[in-house]
């Protein structure tokens, strides 16, 4: 289990990493471990302050990151010449060294112990003038040897020898010049020459241009210049690598007392970092004990914004070891255990904490159940992985042990679970350990009430704002308010009298005063599902009248015969004595069926259709013709 993350130990580490300079006291803030030696606690716990101290009193100190310059003296051990800008990064090392040594110095006149780590630094001061007399912009200074200084006034010399000489050249040549100045091309300097005119300049072609029109000579006359430069520039370089070798030399003379400077600043930057922790988390120094005994007074959740976060008030020992926690959710019950063992966790690590003030005790292990543990990976449901994760502690808990449990027995039958958490709190009083634990459960208020070194605590809540005041009371067992809070938020009294009956019987509901006795439950309207209408089943009104049937037609009560059936649209056509109309269903009604008027099999065409219809169709039926019938719309 990670505790760290559980907690959110690790975020402060975050906070922590992030105000160290170094890498070597990032890693050791990352990896911080707790310290189970009172001496050395209390020796951490009061370089925490004295830095804190000293960053108040003279500002933050002159450190800088230096896992460069561990490189740069690795390669002097290797015997390899230090470059210019290489030994430029030592020196400025040296002075962060010179600067943080009379940081540390000025500290003295408060007796601030951290101030005499100053006699652990050694600026190496002849190093770092040998190198800054030597070494300028990067560079090997014109002035770091005499004859560096002579040879480079030499070479400025040769140089503006050899332009004087190719501009008198080309002065003196104007018309065969393409340009009226002279150009560097490969390294020499030259004139550029039309083509034409190149046997008018003695020298060497040692360029051409892109056309081939011009030609770029170096003179004759400023050829010899440029060979007694190279030589120069040999001696140069031979020069400038003796100066580097020489303050190499001293470098990798000076890197044990370097190694140690720089060892002493990691460790500085360290314990540096705690100060600035402290100042920046408002925090103050805890007192240890080894007695197991925990106080800590105006506590607050060290991630939490110190404007809203409200005073944690706790004490636990003498003759109590564990408490449980009661309380209406949000409640606080979770973030005031993980603010009691982030505070203890820190304290331990040598860090202040965010109490205004603090007695704390020294915890061998450190062991919580906090949040849903649900492990989708090995197919654990919430209660199965928190059982697990449980059992864990039980194995780990002895007299030394701080455990923290959230939310005790919850996911599974409240019966069972309930059980199962007083199982859980028998086996760690029995252990020894200092436990917090939240829990809803009636039944474990009382068996905490009962239990020996275990008491009931609550956090408290207004019931007339019905908010939570985020206040741990301990002594006394508090309740889940749902009842009250659904009473004052309009729920019915015959309603919460099921419910208290359902959760505690007969007797509590006598007992319970109901603010809104009366009334029931009001409905709201809400919007109303409308049903589709089903139209009347139009196959069954083809088959209402046939062709033929004697039909009544209202209001005329006309008789007529049908002569087209009923369509989809409910629609018939009817003959009348001196004409055909269409007309709907719901106005006709059945006289004589056409059964009952015409023998079976009886041709209708000779009722309906015209005679020159009726000779159409025959032929139709006999051969193939291109005649139309005229349907009964056009009649």
Known sequence: ??????????????????????????????????????????????????????????????????????????????????????????????????????????????????????????????????????????????????????????????????????????????KCMADNYCTFRNGRICLPVKKEYKLKISGCVVDTSSTGSTLFIEPAGVAKYYEELQLLKISEENEVYSILY?????????????????????????????????????????????????????????LMDKAIAVPLQFEVGENVRGIIITGPNTGGKTVAIKTVMLNCIMAQCGLHVTCKQANICMNGSYLCDIGDGQNLSENLSTFSAHITNVLEVLREA???????????????DPTEGMGIAIAILEELRKSGAIFLVTTHYPE??????????????????????????????IGEAGESCAFYIADRLGMP??????????????????SYTFQNMEGKIVKKSTNKITKAKTGKNNTDLATKYKIGDSVMVYPEKKIG?????????GVLRVQLPNKKIWINHKRVKLHVAAAELYP??????????????????????????DVVIESEESQ
């Open 493 to 510: 009294g015959e309603m919460l009298k099921v419910a208290i009956r359902a959760a505690y019987g007969e007797e509590a509901v006598k």
């Open 1 to 174: 289990m990670n505790i760290e993350r559980q907690i959110e130990f690790d975020k402060i580490k975050d906070i922590w990493s992030d105000l160290a300079i170094t890498d070597w006291a990032k890693e050791k803030i990352r990896g911080a471990l707790l310290y189970f030696s009172e001496t050395e606690l209390k020796k951490q716990l009061n370089d925490t302050t004295n830095a804190r101290f000293l960053i108040e009193k003279l500002g933050t100190p002159p450190l800088q990151n230096i896992s460069e310059i561990k490189e740069i003296l690795s390669i002097a051990e290797k015997g390899d010449c230090l470059t210019a800008y290489q030994l430029e990064r030592v020196e400025r090392v040296l002075v962060v060294i010179k600067r943080l040594k009379d940081y540390l110095s000025r500290g003295k006149i408060y007796q601030n112990s951290l101030a005499y780590y100053d006699e652990n630094l050694d600026a190496v001061s002849e190093l770092g003038q040998e190198i800054s007399s030597k070494i300028r912009n990067g560079a090997v200074d014109d002035y770091a040897s005499k004859e560096l200084e002579q040879i480079r006034k030499k070479i400025i010399k040769c140089e503006e020898g050899m332009k004087q000489k190719a501009e008198q050249i080309l002065r003196s040549n104007k």
């Open 398 to 412: 002895n007299k030394d042990s701080f455990v923290i449990m959230d939310e005790l027995g919850s996911g599974t």
């Open 246 to 302: 020489t303050l190499s030399a001293f470098v990798l003379a000076s890197a044990p007392t370097l190694y140690e400077d720089l060892t002493m600043i990691e460790k500085l930057d360290f314990i540096f970092s705690k100060g600035k922790l402290s100042i920046d988390m408002d925090a103050v120094e805890p007192t240890i004990n080894t007695e197991r005994r925990i106080k800590l007074v105006e506590a607050r959740h060290p």
């Open 444 to 473: 474990v208020k009382e068996y905490a009430a009962k239990a020996e070194d275990i008491v009931n605590a609550r956090m408290a809540f207004d019931k007339e704002t019905l908010r939570p005041t985020y206040q741990m009371i």
């Open 600 to 625: 079976e099999d009886y041709d209708f065409s000779i009722i309906f259709e015209t005679v020159e219809n009726r000779k159409k169709r025959h032929d139709m039926q006999r051969k193939y013709t």
């Open 561 to 569: 015969i049908v002569c087209v059936p009923i369509n989809e649209k």
